[in-house]
């Protein structure tokens, strides 16, 4: 069974924090994905992964950064936390990058 | 540029009734086509898909969608909606053309009553 984790499920920050989630997966995808996920906007890519250190910014990478050092693992980075941050944050990978994705269950990430 | 709406922010139905969500994609090509299903707190989990062949897709938990090139549309149906079935759901588009990055749709917020 296929299987993408997220290090915590849920999270509180301080403003100014740096903040790291971590997502693996066990499929051996080239392809890796972080989402945010806020109330009546859907889904929205901040950055993507197609190699190990190989990375291309979304649609909203601003105050975002990402690590891929290994195939399997994908790391979302929050320089500097800001409350407009809090949100629900989403790992997903895939085979292609406009192929099925599987999805982690989330991390809910407050900052206050 | 590429597009998914869907129409209904939220949609009630009553238990046992016949269910039908819209999506409408812009896309140049044939392209792929997902809907996803969310329960509270959860991950997405892939419903059904469309690659190409039958324009009618059955998925999982007895959800089907049929793939409309006229119309642009990938509508999800169900004939009869179970409780459990409470959730949001995303419509997607994604391709085989290099680089293509899937989109989303904003999401459906389905209620079911008793």
């Known amino acids: 069974d296929v299987k993408v984790t997220q290090s915590s499920r849920y999270l509180v920050k301080r403003t100014g924090e740096k903040v790291f989630l971590e997502c693996v997966q066990d499929?051996?995808?080239?392809?890796m994905f972080w989402y945010r996920q806020d109330p009546g906007l859907g889904l929205r890519l901040i950055y993507f992964?197609?190699?190990?250190?190989?990375?291309e910014k979304g649609d909203i990478p601003e105050g975002y950064s990402v690590s891929r050092e290994k195939k399997e693992r994908f790391s979302l980075i929050l320089e500097s936390a800001s409350t407009n941050q809090t949100s629900m944050y989403l790992c997903?990978?895939?085979?292609?990058?406009?192929?099925?994705?599987?999805f982690g269950p989330g991390t809910r990430l407050l900052v206050l | 540029a590429q597009s998914v709406t869907q129409p209904d922010i939220h949609i009630t139905v009553s238990e046992g009734a016949s269910l039908e969500l819209r999506c409408n994609y812009s896309?140049?090509?044939?392209?792929?086509l997902f809907w996803y299903v969310q329960s509270p707190g959860q991950g997405l989990q892939l419903l059904l898909k469309?690659?190409?062949?039958?324009?009618l897709v059955q998925g999982i938990k007895g959800f089907e969608a049929e793939f409309k090139r006229s119309q642009s549309s990938f509508n999800l149906r169900k004939p009869s909606v179970h409780w459990s079935d409470a959730a949001e759901y995303f419509c997607?588009?994604?391709?085989?053309?290099?680089?293509?990055?899937?989109?989303f749709g904003a999401g459906t917020r389905l209620f079911v009553k008793a």
């Open positions: 997903a990978s895939s085979l292609g990058t406009g192929e099925t994705q599987y």
């Open positions: 499929m051996d995808h080239e392809n």
């Open positions: 992964s197609y190699d190990v250190k190989m990375k």
């Open positions: 896309y140049g090509a044939t392209p792929y």
């Open positions: 469309y690659f190409s062949g039958d324009t």
């Open positions: 997607a588009v994604g391709s085989d053309t290099g680089g293509f990055k899937t989109i």
